[in-house]
């Protein structure tokens, strides 16, 4: 090959490589370009997608609280209904002794009539012109004839006690109103207490006065 031959051959060479370098350095750069603008519209996309944002849980709604229902709003339609509805356990010297005034002065006597005695005794110790004290009241002396030495006599207990404690517990909550609220006597028909005394019920074999 004579030396023109190999220039000619030489410069073509070159023409070729140059045309080669200058038709793929620009792809590969804009295929570079391209991708990046690609992840980064797609980083943009997933950033504000409904899908990644996270959950915020709502605030805990507290539940209503239920009113609560004590024994002293509890209403009865019927006085045999406030004396089921207590339980027959003496918890005090001041029931006990109430509930044995009621025992022994009324324990035949309608729930109308025990409540009555009862509320007698609750008057007296009110009134301010007996003892302050239940039990004093009952054990006053000359006051109850089943009252011995001061002392209450000794219950069986039965069914007529039971009763008598859970009207007992009437009285003293108040959860009844008796026929004789305002009573500070009671008596048998044929027998009136001494004294001017004013007439407010007769319930059973009993009549009470103020």
């Not at 004290?133 to 001061?150: E, H, I, L, N, T």
């Not at 069986?156 to 404690?165: P, Q, S």
Request: charged fraction near 20%.
């Amino acid at each position: 090959m004579t030396i023109m031959q190999r220039a000619a051959t030489i410069a073509a060479m070159s023409l070729s490589l140059a045309g080669l370098l200058g038709n793929s350095a620009p792809g590969k750069a804009s295929g570079i370009d391209r991708s990046t603008a690609s992840l980064t519209a797609l980083a943009n996309l997933n950033a504000l997608s409904p899908q990644n944002v996270p959950l915020v849980a709502p605030a805990a709604v507290p539940a209503a609280v239920e009113p609560t229902t004590t024994a002293e709003d509890e209403e009865f339609d019927t006085l045999a209904e406030a004396v089921a509805a207590q339980d027959n356990a003496a918890a005090d010297e001041a029931l006990e002794c109430l509930a044995g005034a009621i025992y022994f002065e009324s324990k035949g006597e309608p729930l109308t009539g025990q409540l009555a005695v009862a509320e007698v005794i609750i008057n007296r110790a009110k009134s301010g012109r007996f003892p302050t004290d239940v039990c004093a009241v009952v054990k006053q002396r000359g006051q109850f004839s089943f009252v011995r030495g001061g002392q209450i006599p000794t219950i069986n207990i039965g069914k007529a006690y039971r009763t008598a404690i859970a009207v007992a517990k009437v009285a003293l909550a108040d959860a009844w109103n008796s026929p004789a609220q305002k009573a500070l006597y009671f008596n048998t028909a044929d027998r009136r207490p001494a004294g001017r005394v004013i007439k407010v019920a007769s319930i059973g074999n009993h009549v009470f006065y103020r």
